[in-house]
């Protein structure tokens, strides 16, 4: 029997496109963009236990800059540290679920009318997400993520652990000072468990940008925001409720 038919028919027979490497390349980006968006609402129940790091302390190792920080827990923290925090930065703390829409809607209504909020809508959780996965600096993609991200840790981490957390990843001083700990040594040379109310507003006042507000040598606006940050923590009542440790039955 001839070949020949045979040799024609796989000849005539459809041949399979190959898959062209700018599709390969495509999937794989894809796959790598799904698993950098899911990866977050993996870790953060892990952080009920394990102290992370921000990822700008990760990007700063990575650049081989300073990073200094002792994670401590919020029972070695002076409690007027968080409550001034809260005061500051997220008076709704307690009783909203990771996302202050009411302040939020503030800041759109804001932005739309084209002025300048002094104090931004992001409360501590978003903060907090901001820190530990996103990146710095304002952008509407960054928002996008941050949100749902807030919505989940709310849901998986408890308000105490998210402020434990939140006091020790937090930037504050310009040569890679991170955490509660590091802040207070540097600016008033004792442990975050020290803290006077005074000492707490004003490393709170630093916050918005430690990179140019310096607690040990504050300018006087700098103590001036302090002030009004000790004042509003005398005056917020039960602000920080969520956080006390619990009291044995």
Same mark, same amino acid.
Not at 226 to 246: E, F, L, M, N, Q
């Given at each position: ?16 496109? #190959?898959?062209?490497?700018?599709? *390969?390349?495509?999937?794989? +980006?894809?796959?790598?963009?799904? /698993?950098? %968006?899911?990866? $977050? ?94 990146? #710095?600096?304002?952008?509407?993609? *960054?928002?996008?993520?941050? +949100?749902?991200?807030?919505?989940? /840790?709310? %849901?998986?981490? $408890? ?91």
């Amino acid at each position: 029997m001839s070949a020949e038919p045979q040799q024609i028919a796989q000849r005539d027979a459809p041949r399979r496109a #190959p898959r062209s490497l700018p599709m *390969r390349v495509l999937r794989i +980006l894809l796959i790598g963009a799904a /698993i950098l %968006l899911l990866l $977050p609402y993996v870790l953060a129940p892990l952080y009920r236990a394990v102290d992370p790091v921000s990822t700008l302390m990760l990007w700063r190792w990575a650049m081989g800059e300073r990073v200094a920080r002792t994670p401590v827990p919020i029972d070695r923290i002076a409690p007027s540290l968080p409550r001034a925090v809260i005061a500051a930065e997220d008076d709704k703390f307690c009783s909203h679920h990771g996302i202050d829409f009411g302040e939020l809607r503030l800041v759109l209504k804001a932005e739309a009318a084209g002025s300048r909020r002094i104090r931004g809508g992001s409360s501590l959780t978003q903060q907090l997400a901001k820190n530990l996965f996103l990146w #710095p600096g304002r952008s509407y993609v *960054r928002k996008a993520l941050e +949100l749902p991200l807030a919505l989940w /840790i709310d %849901l998986v981490i $408890p308000k105490r652990r998210q402020l434990e957390i939140y006091l020790n990843v937090a930037q504050w001083g310009p040569s890679g000072e991170f955490g509660a700990e590091a802040a207070a040594r540097r600016a008033f040379g004792k442990p975050a468990s020290a803290l006077s109310p005074g000492e707490s507003a004003m490393l709170v006042a630093t916050l918005p940008n430690p990179i140019r507000r310096n607690a040990k040598s504050p300018s006087p606006t700098l103590r001036r925001l302090a002030a009004t940050y000790t004042a509003r923590s005398a005056a917020g009542g039960d602000i920080d409720r969520c956080v006390k440790p619990a009291r044995p039955a």
